[in-house]
């Protein structure tokens, strides 16, 4: 397994939905973390996200988010997913 830095940034022209959906996303990560996949995530600013999971490839991670209501709502406008390479970590040192 590897750690995979998942980058979320918002549509800011939908903060109507974005405030509806929080409470399903939230959820949702909360299940990932719950079963282990989900390592930590947190907004970054008031527009983007930091997701870190621990999964195969950057691909996998992104997979799994497609099941993310935020994504499938359509307010995620930018993602990006790669491996990182955490040298110094609660999840332990390379």
Do not use: C
Request: aromatic fraction near 10%; hydrophobic fraction near 40%; charge should be negative.
């Amino acid at each position: 397994m590897n750690t995979i830095a998942v980058y979320y940034r918002y549509d800011a022209g939908k903060p109507d939905t974005l405030a509806a959906e929080r409470p399903t996303h939230r959820e949702y990560l909360r299940q990932r973390f719950d079963e282990g996949t989900l390592l930590a995530s947190g907004p970054l600013g008031s527009d983007s996200a930091l997701i870190i999971l621990d999964m195969e490839s950057p691909e996998a991670a992104l997979e799994l988010l497609e099941n993310d209501p935020f994504y499938k709502v359509g307010v995620i406008k930018e993602r990006n997913a790669l491996v990182w390479n955490a040298i110094y970590s609660p999840w332990g040192e390379q």
